[in-house]
């Protein structure tokens, strides 16, 4: 980096030292904010390595694309957090809310390539009046950028997009990720494939989870059921027994140490594990251990239960979420890949009309 650079950034440096707590007194009160400010800072860093206008072009691309998100989680009546700029990292936006489906997650996804394809358009009609070739490299590098955020790889639009069809398209995306960041040596590419590794192995794991304990959960849910129930008895039971102490007198009579709905429940708790395939026989036998152990108490019954059974629904709530209707696959699919083929094109087709470096 030349000393001439170096003297910008310095000067824009004590500028924001100077006046910094004037600027952030006004923008704090803007709902953009936070967006202002981090645009400037990374058009700083951008344009003392790349130069202004290239810099600007870049963060054209970023705010556009990044508004595309914001315009479908509008759509979907996502509450969102303003656009924030990271310097050699993109921008991001904030989701308050939580995706109920992958069909939720693949069209918030969507709207960032599909925006950053009509982005494209301006740089081409200014190419085409102008015949600069800046409007070509900005043209050129935004087909780039939306392209590789289509690779089905978790972290990226393309990942999210893809949630709900099978997990061999994300183990894909991710081996073709591995195999370009090792060759061409790229840290930033193999972050995002650590983070897309993490992704598939926490959804494999869930689904294999969820495959090898299908019949364990049947019988914890059936269990709480019953033990909820015997608690409601019990709870009856002795609210019926303090009434009828305090309108009689206290007798010598022996108490009967015979409990009918501990007797019943156990009762239906062997009847459940007869009933139950053989891989869970072996979690209906501890739960038969703990009632005994546990005195009859009801509640650390429960407790017991709620905690087998937590893992087991956290498994089985990703394997429901990633099962996305057939239909809905074909569709989200096709939208996935015509999206793909026409910025691959417009990638392709402005590598050739690009300016040679001299």
Do not use: C
Request: aromatic share 12%; hydrophobic share 50%; net charge neutral.
């Amino acid at each position: 980096m030349d000393k001439k650079r170096w003297g910008g950034l310095a000067v824009a440096g004590a500028f924001l030292l100077s006046k910094g707590k004037v600027v952030l007194a006004l923008l704090k009160f803007s709902k953009f904010g936070g967006t202002l400010i981090s645009f400037g800072i990374s058009l700083l860093f951008y344009a003392q390595i790349f130069g202004v206008w290239f810099g600007v072009g870049l963060l054209y691309l970023l705010f556009i694309h990044e508004m595309g998100h914001l315009a479908a989680a509008k759509r979907l009546g996502f509450k969102t957090g303003p656009a924030i700029f990271v310097p050699f990292m993109g921008a991001v936006i904030g989701i308050k809310d939580t995706f109920r489906t992958p069909k939720q997650e693949a069209i918030l996804a969507y709207g960032g390539p599909l925006a950053g394809l009509f982005s494209l358009i301006p740089l081409l009609i200014g190419y085409a009046v102008t015949g600069n070739d800046f409007w070509l490299v900005i043209f050129h590098l935004g087909a780039l950028l939306n392209l590789f955020n289509l690779l089905p790889v978790s972290p990226l639009d393309g990942g999210r997009i893809l949630a709900g069809l099978p997990i061999v398209v994300w183990v894909a995306g991710l081996a073709a990720l591995i195999a370009y960041g090792i060759t061409h040596f790229s840290i930033i590419l193999l972050l995002i494939a650590f983070l897309g590794g993490s992704a598939v192995w926490k959804r494999y794991r869930f689904a294999k989870q969820y495959e090898d304990n299908k019949s364990v959960l049947m019988f914890y849910r059936a269990a709480r059921s019953r033990v909820l129930q015997a608690k409601l008895e019990q709870e009856q039971l002795s609210a019926t027994e303090t009434v009828i102490s305090t309108s009689d007198e206290a007798d010598d009579t022996p108490v009967a140490t015979y409990d009918p709905i501990a007797w019943s429940l156990r009762q239906d708790l062997q009847d459940l594990r007869s009933a139950s395939p053989e891989d869970a026989k072996k979690d209906a036998d501890d739960m038969l251990r703990y009632q005994y152990d546990s005195a009859n108490d009801y509640d650390a019954l429960l407790r017991r239960l709620d905690q087998r059974i937590e893992p087991l629904i956290e498994a089985e709530k990703s394997v429901e979420y990633h099962q996305m209707p057939k239909k809905q696959q074909t569709i989200t699919l096709f939208a996935y890949l015509a999206l793909g083929a026409i910025l691959f094109i417009a990638f392709e087709y402005s590598k050739g009309y690009l300016p040679t470096p001299s």
